[in-house]
């Protein structure tokens, strides 16, 4: 079955600094993955997208992420952060095929930004 | 497009207690999806449904059934409530093609049980 860990529960960055979110996944065959932001209260916001082709995607609110096969990762980052960008983020992957469907998330990723 | 569409955006059950969580989208999405998010759990995946009269079972399913009639709507019901179903549910939607994949989620229900 396939699985998504995100090994940081919580991540304090200053304003201004670099960021990166780590993501590794477990899954059988060419994932698509995802990354999801989420405010206090709020529903999902999609960041970023990975299906094929370049493994260097860009998202919304400058935010990039890196698919890398040899190392089951995809990894997301920004070069500088805003306070705006505290909030939870989540990596998913995709089940496709099969006559399977849905969203495999991990379990998050807190962003708290210091002034 | 009013995209994916919640109700009720809160409630509040006694155990034992049945409901029906409303689900709608006017997208035309083929596929349709029920998460749970619990705090340091993420999303969960409850069922899925893949077309109209078509739906299965994701991680989470136990204490929930849905059906799927129509392609705009995709309820989730809870039989007999209990506190362990305390949770915020999303519904998602995304097209059929494999080359997009993009779920668009509803706004969530928040719900209690106690």
């Known amino acids: 079955a396939q699985s998504v860990t995100q090994p940081d529960i919580h991540i304090t960055v200053s304003e201004g600094a670099s960021l990166e979110l780590r993501c590794n996944y477990s899954?059988?065959?060419?994932?698509?993955l995802f990354w999801y932001v989420q405010s206090p209260g709020q529903g999902l916001q999609l960041l970023l997208k990975y299906f094929s082709g370049d493994t260097l995607v860009q998202g919304i609110k400058g935010f990039e992420a890196e698919f890398k096969r040899s190392q089951s990762s995809f990894n997301l980052r920004k070069p500088s952060v805003h306070w705006s960008d505290a909030a939870e983020y989540f990596c998913a992957v995709g089940l496709s095929g099969g006559g399977a469907d849905g969203l495999t998330f991990g379990k998050g990723t807190h962003l708290i930004i210091q002034p | 497009n009013a995209g994916v569409t919640q109700t009720p955006k809160f409630q509040v059950l006694k155990t034992g207690q049945s409901m029906t969580l409303q689900c709608a989208q006017d997208?035309?999405?083929?596929?349709m999806s029920w998460y749970r998010q619990d705090p340091g759990m993420g999303l969960r995946l409850i069922h899925y449904?893949?077309?109209?009269?078509?739906?299965d079972q994701g991680e989470v399913p136990n204490g929930y059934n849905v059906s799927r009639s129509t392609t705009e709507d995709f309820p989730l019901r809870l039989l007999s409530a209990a506190p362990s179903q305390t949770s915020v549910y999303f519904c998602?939607?995304?097209?059929?093609?494999?080359?997009?994949?993009?779920?668009?989620f509803g706004p969530g229900t928040r719900l209690t049980v106690t």
């Open positions: 899954y059988g065959a060419t994932p698509y």
């Open positions: 449904s893949v077309g109209a009269g078509i739906t």
């Open positions: 997208m035309n999405h083929e596929y």
């Open positions: 998602a939607s995304r097209s059929g093609g494999q080359e997009t994949y993009e779920q668009y």
